[in-house]
T-cell receptor
Framework: DGGITQSPKYLFRKEGQNVTLSCEQN?????MYWYRQDPGQGLRLIYY???????QKGDIAEGYSVSREKKESFPLTVTSAQKNPTAFYLC???????????FGPGTRLLVL | GQQVMQIPQYQHVQEGEDFTTYCNSS?????IQWYKQRPGGHPVFLIQ?????EVKKQKRLTFQFGEAKKNSSLHITATQTTDVGTYFC?????????FGAGTTVTVRA
């Protein structure tokens, strides 16, 4: 069953804590993306990776970090420097040469 | 990234009626994509438009790309409760997507 998985579905963060959101895909896609969605708003790009071991900042990268050590995996760390982390985080992937992106089910991050 | 404006932000529709949502840009677009996000769900790709004046249909949904490639529209006929959700347009730039704020559709039965 091919697709994109994100875990956990819900995540709670305490003040000053770093948390890592998982994104895995078995679609053999080269590119992967992380977006943030706030209520009533569109998606904003945090980081993206076109190929393994390479990634670039998106429009709102401050307070976030990523790694791309494997083609299938693109974890996102929300650091304590991100002062307003409560949001819905969506991971997406794209096949090389095509522009359509496929999204995972998302992770809702809440700050306690 | 390129900016796209979507109007209206909210659309309340009586079941069975038609409605149109619009996506506008101040610059010429290479292409435009449309996605649908159901409440509590994730965006799902609907369609991509590339050519000037292009019109594509998916059952009750009609997508159009403007002649100047600066705007696009999504028209839904005979709205059903399954049409509930937020419809986003998105423009591509070097394989990155810039999303509009979306049109959130609710349906009155």
């Amino acid at each position: 069953d091919g697709g994109i998985t994100q875990s956990p579905k819900y995540l709670f963060r305490k003040e000053g804590q770093n948390v890592t959101l998982s994104c895995e895909q078995n679609l053999n896609h080269d590119a992967m993306y992380w977006y943030r969605q706030d209520p009533g708003q569109g998606l904003r790009l945090i980081y993206y990776s076109q190929i393994v071991n390479d990634f670039q900042k998106g429009d709102i990268a401050e307070g976030y970090s990523v790694s791309r050590e494997k083609k299938e995996s693109f974890p996102l760390t929300v650091t304590s420097a991100q002062k307003n982390p409560t949001a819905f985080y969506l991971c997406a992937s794209r096949r090389r040469g095509l522009e359509t992106q496929y999204f995972g089910p998302g992770t809702r991050l809440l700050v306690l | 990234g390129q900016q796209v404006m979507q109007i209206p932000q909210y659309q309340h529709v009586q079941e069975g009626e038609d409605f149109t949502t619009y996506c506008n840009s101040s610059t010429t677009l290479s292409n435009i994509q449309w996605y649908k996000q159901r409440p509590g769900g994730h965006p799902v790709f609907l369609i991509q438009l590339v050519k000037s004046g292009e019109v594509k249909k998916q059952k009750r949904l009609t997508f159009q790309f403007g002649e100047a490639k600066k705007n696009s529209s999504l028209h839904i006929t005979a709205t059903q409760t399954t049409d509930v959700g937020t419809y986003f347009c998105a423009v591509t730039n070097d394989y990155k997507l810039s999303f509009g704020a979306g049109t959130t559709v609710t349906v009155r039965a």
